[in-house]
């Protein structure tokens, strides 16, 4: 069975609170630069610049989207932990992976950047409660509340989502 190659690990099914998910999906935001880190240290700029699929991103597209995307991540657990239900930003991802920054810097500052990045949102999130993820951001284009619980859960899905798509890369390519 032919896998559809856009969602390697499947699409982000939302799962009930419970500790075992929490400490799990924390795990995932706390090890995902180490866990891409290791998906590129052996591709060379040529295989950098590969579509992980058919009219798909880079390798390097991807890298620097998954610094993106969750920077903008952040600052969402931080508005929706310090507000009271706050209107978050939405922003357009495929123009962003189109800036020149995208092709112009290397990698490794976006890799650099993710592991700052998840020290300190780790440690924001680490120790939060039910209570404290149940807390919610509106976002204007869905038109709805997200909880602070569903958002832990998609970007952990997000950052291996991401890694698998570089990884289902390099054993196809025979990397």
Known sequence: MQTDKRY????YEPKPYSEAQKNEWLKAIQFLPEELERAVQTLDAAQLNTPYREG???????????ADSHMNAYIRFKLGLTEQQPVIKP?????WALLADN??????????LLHALHKR???AIKDLSQQDFERTVIHPEQGRELSLWLLLGLYAW????????ITTLKERMNW
């Open 8 to 11: 390697p690990i499947g699409k």
């Open 56 to 66: 798909g991103w880079t390798v390097k597209q991807l890298i620097h989207h998954v």
């Open 91 to 95: 922003y357009e991802e495929k123009a």
């Open 103 to 112: 092709e112009t810097v290397p990698i490794n500052v976006s890799l650099t």
């Open 121 to 123: 949102w780790y440690a």
């Open 158 to 165: 997000h950052g291996k989502h991401h890694t698998a798509h």
